[in-house]
């Protein structure tokens, strides 16, 4: 008959002493050795006691199918967002007045980061005084030409007045009224213009900051806002320098999202998708990872290096990232099957072969050799070996293997 044994964690009291042994620190009691409380079930059997399930903080999982996936591996470099990257040019020729921020700020859409002096503003702006006025005078005739065109109405169907002069005055009346739209009209092109040249924005109130005068024909100073929020990235004019439209004068970024051009071998374009996961590291930040999704695989490759880029889009929202870092990037690519799988610190090596500690109780654990298949991010498949919904010791299971080599050491 075959001897089997059972590890005992923790303390027994003997009827001669207290003698104990703590397999974890390797710390013996000075007493005389205390025999098993019970034969063991299985040499592959660990049971441990409540005060060794505590100290060895185990947590289990239990065995689930799942689709497999596997993870793409490239380089890549990180870089603006393209969609939201301003260089901010003047629509009009001037002279720079101010600059109310620095590189490296951030503003909030609609913020005036410039002020400038522009002559092309004052013409606009007299140009839309003017075109207010000419309206304001077409409607006062226009009021003019139809009171006369009733009258005429009345007098024609007394017999005081010829039918010609009926018509002459309503034709008086069609013009004004044309006159009118056409007022309207040029009113509205300057006004846009003006929305173009100068909108006023919002200010923050600082050493540097100037006070626009009231919109009058006379007024020329106008603003460069902020067309959304991020951080300025470069400013190229000074107060008092010249400016023409083209020009660039400051380039705003939104730093929140990022992308990372990923260069991907050829031979693995069959796998990608579009809005798969992507985890990206950089070695300015060892241990974090950082989680994006495909936004576009381009439609040649390189010719040089065999590769296709992967425009990839990557969240920063708390700015740790930076234009132009190395990164590693890893593109997630379903195996197209499910699997059974279990989180991954739940697989140990015990001579060479891959084995799980399945739980039989709360406290009794029984070494299980299994086969392994796929390996992922967090996840191992099991090919044989074990069942779905059986339960398996995952923290704590290295602790429960070196328990059971001590156990057959001895």
């Known amino acids: ?241 010249q400016v023409e439209p083209g020009r660039e004068i400051i380039t705003l970024a939104d730093l929140s999202v990022l992308w990372v051009q990923a260069e991907v071998p050829e031979l693995e374009l069959a796998a990608l998708r579009a809005d798969a996961r992507v985890l990206v590291t950089a070695p300015a930040f060892p241990g974090q990872t950082f989680e994006g999704r495909v936004s576009r695989i381009a439609d040649q490759l390189d010719a040089r290096t065999g590769t296709v880029r992967v425009r990839c889009e990557l969240p920063n929202p708390n700015g740790l990232l930076r234009v132009n870092m190395f990164a590693s990037v890893e593109i997630e690519a379903p195996l197209g099957r499910e699997g059974l799988v279990v989180p991954d610190g739940a697989v140990q090596s015990i001579e060479n072969r891959p084995v799980v500690f399945v739980a039989l109780s709360e406290r009794r654990f029984v070494r299980r050799d299994v086969t392994l298949g796929q390996r992922q991010r967090g996840w191992a498949e099991i090919t044989a070996g074990l069942e779905p919904g059986e339960v398996v010791a995952v923290n704590g299971s290295f602790r429960l293997k070196s328990v059971l080599l001590r156990a057959a050491e001895e």
């Open 1 to 241: 008959m075959n001897t089997r044994r059972m590890v005992l964690l923790g303390g027994a009291l003997g009827a001669v002493g207290l003698g104990g042994y703590w397999l974890g620190g390797g710390f013996a009691v000075d007493a005389p050795p205390v025999p098993p409380a019970a034969p063991t079930p299985s040499s592959n059997e660990v049971e441990l006691t409540p005060e060794a399930t505590r100290n060895f903080d185990l947590t289990t999982a239990a065995a689930e199918r799942r689709p497999l996936t596997r993870f793409i591996r490239a380089t890549g470099t990180i870089g603006f967002n393209e969609l939201r990257l301003a260089h901010m040019t003047p629509l009009a020729r001037g002279r720079v007045q101010a600059v109310e921020v620095a590189v490296g700020d951030r503003v909030t859409a609609g913020q005036r980061l410039m002020v400038l002096d522009a002559l092309e503003l004052a013409e606009a702006r007299y140009n839309l005084a003017t075109a207010g006025a000419g309206r304001r005078q077409a409607e006062a005739e226009a009021s003019t030409a139809r009171n006369a065109l009733s009258r005429a109405q009345d007098l024609v169907r007394g017999g005081a007045m010829a039918q010609s002069e009926l018509e002459r005055r309503r034709a008086d009346l069609a013009r004004a009224e044309a006159a009118i739209q056409t007022r309207s009209v040029e009113a509205e092109h300057w006004r846009e213009m003006l929305a173009r040249y100068s909108p006023t924005g919002v200010s923050r109130p600082g050493p540097d900051t100037v006070s626009l005068p009231g919109e009058t024909p006379l007024d020329a100073l106008g603003a460069i806002l902020a067309p959304f929020e991020g951080t300025v990235m470069a400013i190229g004019a000074t107060p008092g320098e």
